[in-house]
Each structure stands twice: as C-alpha cells, then as structure tokens.
C-alpha cells in the first residue's frame, strides 16, 4: 500500500449471478478495467442493470466477485479486505438506516465499528451533521426525516471515518432540486479537500456539473471512458430548446417541418441542428411562417446525448 497508488484500480473484473436449475446465471461484468487517480472525482453512467451496482458492491465489499482483481488505495480487497474497505465510505442506493435510531447515534455508532472513541467521534459528527444541515434533527429518529435528509445521513454516516474514497450509488436519487444543488456544493468541496469520489447516477446534469471523468457502462462492459469535455466533443448534433412569444399553431408548426423539430408544449420546441446547420437560418425560417423566438437555451445535459448516441451503437 502506498501513498501514490491508484485510489482504485480494477482489472478485468468479472461477475456472473447463479442462474435458476438448468438456466445460464446473468453475466452482470464482463471482464471490467477501470483506474481511478487519487483526487479524481469520476462519474459511472448507464442504464438499468449495465453493472454500475455490482461494481460498486464488489469494491465495497458487500458483493463477491467471480474474478477479476480490484485495489483500493494499493490495498488488495482479496488479501488485504479489512485495509480496504477502511479506504471506503458507502452510500448505497438504498436507505438501510435503522428508522428507529437517533440520527446523530446512527453516526456514532458507525464511528465505533471503525474503532474511532466516543470522545474523538463526537466533534467529527457535529461537524458532519451541521455541514449537511441535519445537526437540528439530531436527537430525532430517522423515520422523522424526509427522504432527502435520510439521504444525507447515509452521506454522513458514509464520512465519520474520514474514508480516502467515497462511493455514491446514485446518492441525489428522490432528492428536491434545493437539496440536490446544496448536496452538489458539498460534494465538491469534499473533492476539493482531496476525497476520491465516484459516483453513479441517472441524472447526466449531475455528471457534467460534478465530474471531470466519466466512464459510460452498459451490458456488463466500460463501452467509453475519458474527460467529460472531451467526450462532449464526440456530439455529432446541438439540441436547443426555443421558447417562443405566442402560442405556435398547428398550421404554423405545418410550415416548420423542414425543421428537424419536436413540440414540447405550445410555447417550446426542441430543435436539432445537424453538422453544418446554423441556428440563425433556423430562426429565418421561424420568422418567415410568423413565430418570434424569445429565448434559445441548451437542452439539458449534453451528456445525455454522447451517452444516447453510444448506446444505441
């Protein structure tokens, strides 16, 4: 284990569910290699069952591999488990907090299974639970939280231990956009101190704001992997959305047809622009059949198309 090794390295990881008597098991991962540098702040997407789960439960320890290696800040999780898991903070994508506990006990409590005392445990869960705004609700029970809180306390619980690397199993999940922001600005500054955190999600704004690195799952496989700027680079099309001043009418939206264009509702419309085409002769053309535009802005998470547009390969 030393100090200049990966935060995770993993090598040609695989892992095949057992399948019912006389059927195949579900190859979940097929062969993954993936390296994580100390400091980096990295993003896994892809769709329902790509493998984002089962290779974060097989890091974390909770899910037993086929093969395959994995490290954890130099430290084997085959010959050196309990070093790397020490290395970990979890937050899962499910809620498995006991409901009936103290919020702040649910925190101490995962301080001592990391052999850290009551005494130097207690300054560290103030801090957390006042920087993820949960330090009023202390003495309340978890099942009085809303689902965002709950989702915070599983980040606090995930920290108490200062752990090198942070796994987040799409952790804004049911999360109010106030709360996402707010959640987002910590996460950065966690990054910021020098956490290693990767991140699932199914919320592409998420990944292009938070991360410099993704890596795109699906079928078992890392299909694309590299700098979320460079991976924008790769869009063969600009989607816009358009805001317009009056109602378009079905007669007008008739005329417009030439227009690669999708109706939102009846005061926006999606237009994509294929390589070569300007927005400025899309708007003529809105101006020639009588629809004035009041606003052009990005549609969403550009993301979302790099990740469309490789899947569908």
Known sequence: MTSDAPALKIENLK???AGEKGKPGTEALKGVSFLVPQGEFVALLGPNGAGKTSLIGITAGLTTKTSGTVEVMGASIDTHPDKAKSYIGLVPQEINLNIFER???????????????????????????KELGLWEKRTQKAQALSGGMKRRLLIARALVHEPKVLLLDEPTAG????LRRGMWDFLREL???GTTIVLTT??????????????IVNKGEIIQEGNVKDLLTKLNVVTLLLDTKEPVTTAQFELLRPLSLKR??????????APGESVNDAVRVFSKVGVQIANIRNNGSRLEEVFMNLIQK
């Open 264 to 273: 939102i509702d009846e005061n926006t419309l999606e237009l994509t622009l």
């Open 103 to 129: 919020v702040q006990d649910i925190v101490l409590d995962e301080a001592g299974y990391y052999g850290i005392s009551r005494s130097e445990a207690i300054p560290k869960v103030e801090k957390l639970l």
């Open 191 to 193: 990054n910021a101190s």
């Open 15 to 17: 892992k095949v569910y």
């Open 175 to 178: 999360v109010d956009v106030e």
């Open 202 to 215: 199914h919320y592409l704004e998420e990944a292009e704001q938070l991360c410099r690195q993704v890596a």
